[in-house]
């Protein structure tokens, strides 16, 4: 009872204090919803194809087109100077230039140029869209080569060029179209999602950014509380070092509950990102990485004398966990030394979990080891708050 | 009531309390006197059990201090801090609800143990005003009202009138004369000799972790001159030269 009372002391702390409850809210519900209505749909960069087109005849309207109807990508013509200085300012990655006299070359049946600037690789979307733009070139300078090499053939045999018209064209045209469209090897496209859900990778991390800095922030109330001797008074009311642990790190965790249950109400009902299936697992996980939290805060709070320490590390630790972790960005493969630290983070194993939840089949037991990770760094936390509280309380 | 008995307490090498000897009656205001690093306030965490001494014995109304009963005996003492321990976004009565749910009464005792000492120390009117918006005065009563709403035996103040106005330094003395009519012990530590010679009915003078003197104020200034012309500062600055 008096373990629950000291908990509560710090939810009705907060709650008494209206400015801090409405940031405690609003912030992180503000900042889910920009990540819904950002990344809701199809990513920005996703399919489209950036291109700048000097040539402005057939030829270039039908690659265009190609582009849009048979590879599904949205196309965007615009001016060299417009295309150069989204590029420079980064704002695209790459974009490609038909140059004049593009559909002559073509239909000539020379190979065609085109000519594509880049930062770096041009991004991954960058790189597929390349090998589209190469595949719909060869295709195009194939039905050339194969129209001109018929038409040869057909002078041979003494056709009547006056046909050409009437039979020919029309026959070619049947005939490249059949052959796009039933290509000599199948890749099956099975849809699993409306779009892509660029929401369902960032949104965990807004979430577990939020666990994680809420928990921690909560360390330099512990140090005041130290300091100002209010645990002193604990004390003296004969709790013991350990229920004093236990009560400041359950009122870690109800208030940070408070901001989880917000952000919950806010995916569930802006971005369909959770559902009901996985709901109830969702909030259990994230239950128990707010507990890994809450023990980190409370760890703080009992190593770090001055409230300001203890908030400095706050933010230290939760820009580390957001840095890594998998929170926004996965770290390339080559990075051998941030793969390895990333193991490290709380954030990594809490990401991990709640996309797994997300896109799994939504059972705690698809991610025990998330799991085992989380509850075996809360333990051990506490266990050494609890020995080190007492050595500092008890010299 | 509290025996401290041949206590030393060092503190890297050097000894906060040196031998310490004293007995405190039941009832009695027994005031700690030095200068800065005379040991005060080690003694006050040795006797309130805060501390450990690393040797000597402490015994608080006949039980001996012991990891064993730590947690029985502590439930006897109240300790009022230097510091503001409060909840300073919560009212005046939700503290003293709190800590005195937390010294173990039920919500119903915590009720009527809070209205009791609102009134005594003058903060009936200001029962649901945040603490953050008392005056410095109010504070401190609210913050010695917090440290007694377990009803305890013995109060510990930690020079509870530093930086406080006289009209505040009044009402807490006279909160502590009611204190000891209900049969408290209270044991403070002060810088302020007038103070301890007004209020105290037993003084120790410490200098270095050592007990350099200990009577009643008016022994101590007839030891040194018979006819009590000296003030308790003078005998304090003779002591400690």
Redesign the interface.
């Known amino acids: 009872m008096?373990l629950l009372?000291?908990a509560l002391?710090d939810v009705?702390?907060l709650t008494?204090?209206k400015r801090e409850l409405l940031l405690h809210i609003l912030l992180p519900a503000l900042i889910l919803l920009l990540v819904a209505a950002l990344f809701g749909g199809e990513p920005a960069l996703y399919g489209e194809a950036i291109l700048v087109n000097h040539d402005g005849e057939g030829m270039a309207e039908v690659f265009m087109e190609r582009l849009e109807e048979e590879r599904g990508l949205k196309v965007l013509a615009i001016d060299q100077e417009e295309a150069q200085r989204k590029l420079m300012s980064s704002e695209i990655l790459m974009f490609a230039e038909i140059p004049s006299g593009f559909t002559h070359t073509l239909s000539m049946g020379e190979p065609p140029e085109m000519k594509v600037y880049r930062r770096g690789v041009g991004g991954s979307s960058g790189q597929m869209l390349l090998s589209l733009y190469k595949a719909v070139l060869s295709e195009m300078s194939g039905e050339v080569q194969v129209t001109l090499l018929v038409r040869e053939i057909a002078a041979e045999y003494g056709d009547n060029p006056m046909r050409e018209e009437e039979v020919f064209i029309p026959f070619m045209e049947s005939f490249l179209r059949s052959a796009r469209l039933n290509p000599t090897v199948k890749v099956e496209e099975v849809p699993l999602g409306r779009t892509q859900n660029m929401a369902a990778f960032f949104i965990p991390g807004v979430m577990t950014l939020f666990i994680i800095f809420t928990a921690t922030f909560y360390a330099q109330n512990f140090v005041r509380e130290k300091?100002?001797?209010?645990m002193?008074?604990?004390?003296?009311?004969?709790?013991?070092r350990g229920e004093i642990i236990s009560g400041k790190f359950l009122g870690c965790i109800f208030r940070g509950l408070f901001q989880l249950l917000v952000m919950l109400l806010v995916v569930v009902f802006f971005t369909k990102t959770f559902s009901g299936a996985n709901l109830f697992n969702i909030l259990i996980f994230a239950l128990a990485f707010l507990a890994a939290v809450s023990s980190v805060g409370v760890f703080m709070g009992i190593v770090f004398p001055r409230p300001e320490q203890a908030l400095w590390a706050s933010i230290i630790f939760s820009m580390f966990n957001s840095a890594l972790g998998n929170t926004f960005a996965f770290p390339r493969g080559e990075l051998a030394l941030v793969n390895f630290i990333n193991y490290f983070t709380l954030s990594y194993y809490a990401n991990n979990g709640l996309r797994g939840l997300i896109a799994g089949d939504g059972l705690l037991f698809s991610i025990r080891v998330e799991i085992f990770v989380i509850l075996s760094v809360t333990l051990i936390l506490l266990a050494v708050s609890s020995a080190l509280f007492s050595q500092v309380?008890?010299? | 009531m509290i025996q401290v008995l041949n206590v030393v307490k060092k503190y890297k090498g050097l000894k906060a309390l040196d031998h310490v000897t004293l007995s405190i009656n039941q009832g009695e205001i027994f005031g700690l006197l030095g200068p800065n690093g005379a040991g005060k306030t080690t003694a006050l965490r040795v006797m309130s059990l805060l501390l450990k001494p690393d040797s000597g014995e402490i015994i608080i109304n006949g039980t001996k201090r012991n990891e064993k009963n730590l947690r029985g005996v502590q439930g006897l003492l109240g300790v009022c801090p230097q510091e503001i321990a409060l909840y300073s976004e919560l009212s005046v009565k939700d503290n003293l609800l709190f800590f005195g749910m937390m010294g173990g009464l039920r919500r119903r005792e915590a009720v009527e143990r809070a209205q009791i000492l609102m009134e005594k120390v003058d903060l009936e009117e200001k029962a649901r005003e945040k603490v953050s918006q008392l005056s410095g005065g109010m504070k401190r009563r609210l913050n010695i009202a917090v440290s007694i709403i377990h009803n305890p035996m013995v109060l510990f103040m930690d020079e509870p009138t530093v930086g406080v106005d006289p009209r505040t330094r009044t009402s807490i003395f006279s909160l502590l004369h009611g204190f000891k009519e209900n049969g408290m012990t209270i044991i403070y530590t002060t810088h302020y000799m007038e103070e301890a010679d007004r209020l105290c009915d037993r003084v120790a003078v410490m200098d270095r972790g050592r007990i350099i003197a200990l009577d009643t104020p008016e022994a101590l200034k007839s030891s040194f001159d018979p006819l009590k012309h000296i003030s308790l500062e003078e005998v304090y600055l003779r002591l400690t030269e």
């Open positions: 008096r009372a000291l002391i009705k702390s008494a204090n300091n100002n001797k209010v002193e008074r604990y004390f003296f009311a004969g709790l013991s309380e008890n010299n």
